[in-house]
């Protein structure tokens, strides 16, 4: 039973151009979350989608956006790098019906932005 | 905002018990307290999670204290790979608000 996935695992770009990350949660579950970690710093929650719609958001601008697809997968856009996006980027995945909705993170993609 | 409070960091001895305190005086309720744990640039590592009642699986025990402000992780014989960030979080058990809101953590070094 294959984990929550991301790809890629590490992504260099420059300032001012778009990124796409990519995530595929654990087997049975329909919710996915993007965390944002910056070196030295515990996560913080971008948003969470569940049924192909955003459903709760963090405290980050709209430069930052996502899709989730029938499949329950999901993707995180983001649009103009500032120098600050370089964090290692996570998606956890949960189960809307299982007990207490505990998520499972991925290995997480690296983004550093030049 | 986060809602615990851990100590920056703590050392353990190779096979003894590693207890890890959190403080989380305003917990309501509905509110569950999860830990995780982060092995350095990997994913978050659930470990286990409870409302009330002390709880124990395969990777550790977690104690509740009776008002329920304040709880332990117990890793019962740590080992140099259970070195890590260890995360308590308090999370709300109601539906489509399973968010989690980390802090800084407690950094728990393994000493052989």
Redesign the interface.
């Known amino acids: 039973d294959a984990g929550v996935t991301q790809s890629p695992t590490h992504l260099i770009k420059t300032r001012g151009q778009q990124v796409t990350l990519r995530c595929s949660p654990k087997s049975g579950h329909d919710t996915v979350s993007w965390y944002q970690q910056a070196l030295g710093q515990g996560p913080q929650f971008i948003f969470q989608y569940y049924e192909e719609e955003e459903r709760q958001r963090g405290n980050f601008p709209d430069r930052f956006s996502g899709h989730q697809f029938p499949n329950y997968s999901s993707e995180l856009n983001v649009n103009a790098l500032l120098l600050g996006d370089s964090a290692l980027y996570l998606c956890a995945s949960s189960s809307e019906t299982g007990w207490s909705e505990t998520q499972y993170f991925g290995p997480g993609t690296r983004l550093l932005v030049l | 905002d986060?809602k615990t409070t851990q100590p920056p960091s703590m050392d353990c001895a190779e096979g003894r018990a590693a207890n890890l305190p959190c403080n989380h005086s305003t917990i309501s309720g509905n509110e569950?307290v999860?830990w995780?744990r982060q092995i350095h640039?990997?994913?978050?590592?659930?470990i286990i999670?409870g409302?009330k009642n002390n709880e124990t699986n395969e990777m550790a025990s977690l104690i509740i204290t009776e008002d329920r402000k304040s709880s332990t992780l117990i890793l019962p014989h740590a080992t140099l790979r259970d070195t890590a960030v260890y995360?308590c979080i308090v999370r709300s058990?109601q539906?489509?608000?399973?968010?989690?809101?980390?802090?800084?953590?407690t950094r728990l070094t393994v000493i052989p």
């Not at chain 2, 640039?41 to 659930?46: I, K």
């Open positions: 986060a569950y999860y995780y640039s990997q994913g978050p590592q659930y999670h409302l995360y058990s539906t489509g608000a399973n968010n989690l809101f980390f802090g800084t953590g």
